[in-house]
């Protein structure tokens, strides 16, 4: 079977010279759906923004022809009072099968899009925060094939030290998803999130980050442990093992979608 591995470049670009300010472990470490490390330089007058895109295919031809094809934008937007984060991501995967007949057909075996928001007011102690939150995610082939959330409340930063970080955040949200079977199902949440930085080398960076949504009817779960090595000063190869859970699901679903990538991670 002849086989292919395409590692391609997402292009990201930045407003302002600041970027090159942030410190070594925001440089290093991997992006977070659920927290953002502002830079420990004071935020010149105005605003800046701090954008980095990732991206990772595979396909494949011969006796197994597909493509698979995983990718995320993430957006911050660091103010002197504010620092607001616009993430984008997907994935999908396409497999074509040969009938009994000869005919090829491409069957699609994965679908999910998902997009975010949040907005956190810095506190006037550093390290806390007021935060907004607002995702949304669209998984044609998940156990929830719609599942919105909105949340408020309290982060903190538990420990900051020169090579480790560790962020935690609490506060009521509401959820509205919708099951593969059409089910609908909606209420009240308490949203949780936790995010472990460390930084192994002065070219490799560890994190680790969980999230949780505890409803009346169901507790959504995701989390991601990630590994990324500097290439240069504004790229990185990053590995990560993602998974998503969900207590309550048809019959014919499992719990939980587990995913393993290889990107580029291009920034600046």
Same mark, same amino acid.
């Given at each position: ?18 970027? *090159? ?14 927290? @953002? ?7 010149? /007058? ?6 980095? *895109? ?15 094809? @995983?990718?995320?934008?993430? +957006? !911050? ?7 607001? /984060?616009?993430?984008? &991501? ?9 009938? /009994? ?5 491409? %069957? =699609?075996? *994965?679908? =999910? ?5 949040? +907005? ?7 390290? %806390? !925060? +007021? ?11 998940? *156990? ?24 935690? /955040? ?8 919708? $099951? ?16 472990? !930085?460390? !930084?192994? $080398? ?8 969980? $999230?949780?949504? =505890? ?10 442990? +990630? ?14 093992? &993602? ?17 393993? $990538? ?7």
């Amino acid at each position: 079977m002849k086989s292919h591995i395409i590692w391609a470049l997402a292009l990201a670009c930045a407003r302002s010279a600041a970027a *090159a300010a942030a410190d070594d472990l925001a440089e290093t470490a991997p992006s977070s759906t659920y927290f @953002t490390q502002a830079p420990t330089t004071a935020i010149p /007058e105005g605003s800046n923004w701090f954008t980095s *895109a990732e991206l990772g295919a595979i396909s494949t031809s011969g006796n197994t022809t597909g493509t698979s094809v @995983t990718g995320k934008i993430d +957006a !911050r937007h660091e103010m002197s009072n504010w620092s607001n /984060e616009y993430i984008f &991501s997907g994935f999908f995967k396409e497999d074509e099968v040969v009938n /009994e007949d000869g005919s090829r057909t491409k %069957n =699609r075996s *994965a679908e =999910r899009w998902q997009v975010s928001a949040k +907005a956190a007011f810095k506190l006037l102690q550093d390290g %806390n !925060r +007021a935060f907004l939150l607002g995702s949304h995610v669209n998984d044609k082939f998940g *156990a929830y094939t719609r599942y919105s959330t909105l949340a408020v409340g309290y982060g903190t930063q538990l420990m900051k030290r020169e090579d480790k970080s560790v962020d935690v /955040e609490i506060g009521p949200g509401y959820f509205h998803g919708e $099951s593969a079977t059409g089910e609908q199902d909606s209420g009240m949440t308490v949203h949780g999130a936790a995010q472990l !930085r460390w !930084r192994v $080398s002065p070219s490799a960076a560890f994190s680790q980050t969980v $999230s949780v949504e =505890r409803g009346t009817t169901n507790v959504h779960t995701v989390a991601e442990t +990630a590994l990324s090595t500097k290439i240069n000063g504004t790229m990185q190869m990053k590995a990560a093992f &993602s998974a998503r859970s969900d207590s309550k699901v048809p019959e014919d679903k499992k719990n939980t979608d587990t995913q393993t $990538s290889l990107t580029l991670v291009y920034s600046f």
